[in-house]
């Protein structure tokens, strides 16, 4: 089992900047990509930034100059600092990390979502 728990959200005013943290446990290893997705009410969920062990990025449009992504591989951990935020931007946070679940030659691929964190930005 895979397991991510994420950290950060919470309630902010627009302009203003927040930062999760997204750690990775369990049975996950040479974690490859790791991710932030969102889901506003009534819509469909969205990437927002993905990151590469080696750091290669992208981003969501709507986000680009304003969210960074980065990540520790010690820690296996992923963090999206949000600045510049807008109430458009208010929704559950949801991180993402893919992986192998062994380290042997038999090992497969395994991903892991965690529980949402909710950031809301007030105009």
């Known amino acids: 089992q895979v397991q991510l728990v994420e950290s950060g959200g919470g309630l902010v005013q627009a302009g203003e900047s927040l930062r999760l943290s997204c750690a990775a446990s369990g049975r996950i290893f040479a974690i490859d990509a790791m991710g932030w997705y969102r889901q506003a009410p009534g819509k469909q969920r969205e990437m927002v930034a993905q990151i590469t062990s080696s750091g290669n990025t992208i981003y969501a449009d709507s986000v680009k100059g304003r969210f960074t992504i980065s990540r520790d591989n010690a820690k296996r951990t992923s963090y999206l600092q949000m600045d510049s935020l807008r109430p458009e931007d208010t929704a559950v946070y949801y991180c993402?990390?893919?992986?192998?679940?062994?380290?042997?030659?038999?090992?497969?691929?395994?991903?892991?979502w965690g529980q949402g964190t909710q950031v809301t930005v007030s105009s």
């Open positions: 993402t990390a893919r992986g192998w679940d062994g380290i042997s030659v038999e090992a497969k691929r395994t991903e892991g």
